[in-house]
């Protein structure tokens, strides 16, 4: 079965930048899209950002300029590179494939 764990998240202040990383298995990782969704204490879950088979990319307009999303096929992971991080960012993130969810990571940006 696919699964999905995150890792790289954890506390930094304003201004700073941290990676995720999505490693993917039992599934052809090529194959598909993923996501970078994010969840607020008390609020819904939120789309980050996508990036399909074929390098397309998407991102939430809150992300835009400040946050990357990319993939290596060869190692089955996807990541997420943050810059620029602001409070409001706070949040466990969460990577997605093929109906599958990771068990997210906590990033926590003070200011």
């Known amino acids: 079965q696919v699964q999905l764990v995150e890792s790289g998240g954890g506390l930094v202040q304003a201004g700073g930048s941290l990676r995720l990383s999505c490693a993917a298995s039992?599934?052809?990782?090529?194959?598909?899209?993923m996501g970078w969704y994010r969840q607020a204490p008390g609020k819904q879950r939120l789309l980050v950002a996508t990036i399909t088979n074929i390098g397309s990319t998407n991102y939430a307009d809150s992300v835009k300029g400040r946050f990357t999303i990319s993939r290596d096929n060869a190692k089955n992971t996807v990541y997420l590179q943050m810059n620029d991080l602001k409070p409001e960012d706070t949040a466990v993130y969460y990577c997605?494939?093929?109906?599958?969810w990771g068990q997210g990571t906590q990033v926590t940006v003070s200011s």
């Open positions: 039992g599934v052809i990782f090529s194959l598909n899209g």
């Open positions: 997605f494939k093929s109906g599958v």
